[in-house]
């Protein structure tokens, strides 16, 4: 397997423009989880899917923030409108539903994202 | 969520064991403890976790204490590779959250 793929792998953008970060999670993976690192603040979890389905998006700065996943082998994090704090690195990552106890977690390379 | 405490950063010479330390006082009686680290550059990757028996595999060593309120992680030879960010992360149950600290970056020197 090609592990969890990340798409775009840098993302430049300006102030107020939509962006839309993609992945692939690992072909089998039930859960699905979008993660955000900056300096600042560190590894922060915005929102997680389970069978295609959110189960917590606690961690969703705000309304500008959405996240879908239309089937267990796509999903979508998109910031309308961006700013210039959401400059981040985002992840992506994956697992399977091996027990409570053994949540391995696979992640994506990230994707840079820098709005101007 | 269970609090844990790292050393900001530790420093190791290449092929010498490094320990990296972590306390969670507060963890409770069926947390697991899981280990992370992030490469430069990368997504973080699994390491190792344990509940109360000292754990082994490929990557390292767990050695978790009686009392289960400090852990810590046995690199028992470092490599240039191992220079990252370790994170120590109580695992509180649920849908598989992880919470995700400052961690330890460690640094290893040829």
């Known amino acids: 397997d090609a592990g969890v793929i990340q798409s775009p792998r840098h993302e430049v953008t300006e102030m107020g423009q939509e962006v839309t970060l993609r992945c692939k999670p690992i072909?089998?993976?039930?859960?699905l989880f979008w993660y955000r690192q900056t300096m600042m603040r560190g590894l922060e979890l915005l929102i997680y899917?389970?069978?295609?389905?959110?189960?917590?998006d606690s961690g969703m700065p705000e309304d500008r923030f959405s996240a879908k996943m239309p089937n267990a082998s796509f999903s979508t994090l998109k910031i309308q409108p961006s700013e210039p704090r959401d400059s981040a690195v985002y992840f992506c990552?994956?697992?399977?539903?091996?027990?409570?106890?053994?949540?391995?977690?696979?992640f994506g390379p990230g994707t840079r994202l820098t709005v101007l | 969520d269970a609090k844990t405490t790292q050393p900001n950063s530790m420093e190791s010479n290449e092929e010498e064991p490094v320990h990296l330390p972590c306390n969670h006082s507060?963890?409770?009686?069926?947390?697991?403890i899981h280990w992370y680290r992030q490469l430069p550059s990368q997504g973080p990757e699994y390491v190792i976790h344990?509940?109360?028996s000292n754990v082994n595999n490929r990557m390292a060593s767990l050695a978790i204490a009686e009392d289960r309120k400090s852990s810590t992680l046995i690199l028992h030879r470092a490599t240039l590779r191992d220079a990252a960010v370790y994170y120590c992360?109580?695992?509180?149950?649920?849908?598989?959250?992880?919470?995700f600290g400052a961690g330890t970056r460690l640094a290893v020197h040829p």
């Open positions: 990552a994956s697992s399977s539903l091996g027990g409570l106890q053994d949540p391995e977690q696979f």
């Open positions: 072909s089998g993976h039930d859960y």
């Open positions: 899917f389970n069978n295609n389905v959110p189960i917590d």
């Open positions: 507060t963890i409770s009686g069926t947390d697991y």
């Open positions: 344990g509940l109360t």
């Open positions: 992360i109580p695992f509180s149950g649920g849908y598989n959250k992880l919470i």
